[in-house]
């Protein structure tokens, strides 16, 4: 099993923005997929972007399409997922998962990870 550790969640008002990391501990992040994922209260886990371990494919859901963008140091052994222009609809626990590969859906989710991270919270308010 990967782990993974997510950091950089907190409180922001809407119209904000954050960044969350990824980051690896016993294996090299660069050699796989990894996804960004996000749960709310009483909601299914969604899968909100992924890159594949090239860098050169990414996917987002069509919630935060132009909004939010995934990216990877490989040097650094980090994913991030910059989030700008946050809604309160985007608070939720945000989880990172890796597999070698993903696949995604017409509304550009991503599915098919199968090593995770513990998530950090984000809350969007005023």
């Known amino acids: 099993q990967l782990q993974l550790v997510e950091s950089g969640g907190g409180l922001v008002q809407p119209g904000g923005s954050l960044r969350l990391s990824c980051g690896a501990s016993?294996?090299?992040?660069?050699?796989?997929?990894i996804g960004w994922f996000r749960q709310a209260p009483g909601k299914e886990r969604e899968g909100v972007s992924c890159?594949?371990?090239?860098?050169?494919?990414?996917h987002y859901v069509d919630s935060v399409k132009g909004r939010f963008t995934i990216s990877r140091d490989n040097a650094k052994n980090t994913v991030y997922l910059q989030m700008n222009s946050l809604k309160p609809e985007d608070t939720a626990v945000y989880y990172c998962?890796?597999?070698?590969?993903?696949?995604?859906?017409?509304?550009?989710?991503?599915?098919?990870?199968?090593?995770w991270g513990k998530g950090t919270l984000v809350t969007v308010s005023s």
């Open positions: 998962a890796a597999n070698k590969d993903y696949y995604s859906d017409y509304r550009g989710a991503c599915y098919g990870m199968h090593s």
């Open positions: 016993g294996f090299t992040l660069g050699n796989y997929a």
């Open positions: 890159i594949r371990s090239s860098g050169g494919s990414t």
